[in-house]
């Protein structure tokens, strides 16, 4: 499976943007997929994650609220709208997959999910 992600930019504080990861080399529907995080000299975190079929989420705490993701199994596509932007949430933003959900995705790492896209920058200025 290749992931392709891209939507990122520079945005005022308050702003929006969607990021979008486009799969490609398999079709993904049962997959979970997710968006990963990491700023300079940070871990890379788990944003959010969407089981195979759509029927469960999962935010972690800073973008509750704000963030919404969602996927178009028709196009193998996940999307990431991310709302209400804050300066904190200036990262490469990179999008991930795995083939199973868990009852406990908080408990993600990045060694969880076999396939990565590229990354995309997401810069918020005060």
């Known amino acids: 499976v290749q992931l392709q992600a891209c939507g990122g930019g520079l945005v005022q504080a308050g702003g929006s943007l969607r990021l979008s990861c486009t799969a490609s080399?398999?079709?993904?529907?049962?997959?979970?997929m997710a968006w990963f995080r990491q700023a300079p000299e940070k871990e890379r975190e788990l944003v959010a994650a969407?089981?195979?079929?759509?029927?469960?989420?999962y935010y972690t705490d800073s973008v509750t609220g704000r963030f919404t993701i969602s996927r178009d199994n028709a196009k193998n596509t996940v999307h990431l709208q991310m709302n209400s932007l804050k300066p904190e949430d200036t990262s490469v933003y990179y999008c991930?997959?795995?083939?199973?959900?868990?009852?406990?995705?908080?408990?993600?790492?990045?060694?969880?999910?076999?396939?990565w896209g590229q990354g995309t920058l997401v810069t918020v200025s005060s």
């Open positions: 080399g398999d079709t993904v529907n049962t997959y979970t």
């Open positions: 991930a997959a795995r083939w199973s959900w868990s009852v406990v995705p908080s408990s993600w790492s990045s060694d969880d999910f076999a396939y």
């Open positions: 969407i089981r195979g079929r759509g029927s469960s989420t």
